[in-house]
Nanobody, 121 residues
């Protein structure tokens, strides 16, 4: 079993910043990739950013230059620093881990519970 706990959402004014965190716990053998997705009201879930274990980060065009994804391997934690926030960034943000976990080990896709980010004046 692998669990993800997110934190850091909230209400912020346009142009402001927030930092989301997502920590994983459980019988993790290795982490292949970590990422963030978001889902705005009435829209489908979309990729925001992903950071694989051995490759370069990837961002949605809508957040490039404003958001930064990073990871702390020692803490099994992924972060999303969000700057210059816009009202259209309002959504529930979900973290995502692709891991090898358990005994016997197997690949798992694990999602966080979601944290609401509201950008409004």
């Amino acid at each position: 079993q692998v669990q993800l706990v997110e934190s850091g959402g909230g209400l912020v004014e346009p142009g402001g910043s927030l930092r989301l965190s997502c920590a994983a716990s459980g019988s993790i053998v290795s982490i292949n990739a970590m990422g963030w997705y978001r889902q705005a009201p009435g829209k489908e879930r979309e990729l925001v950013a992903v950071i694989p274990s051995g490759g370069s980060t990837n961002y949605a065009d809508t957040v490039k230059g404003r958001f930064t994804i990073s990871r702390d391997n020692a803490r099994n934690t992924v972060y999303l620093q969000m700057n210059s926030l816009k009202p259209e960034d309002t959504a529930v943000y979900y973290c995502y881990f692709h891991v090898v976990a358990g005994k016997p080990s197997r690949y798992l896709e694990v999602w966080g519970q979601g944290t609401l980010v509201t950008v409004s004046s």
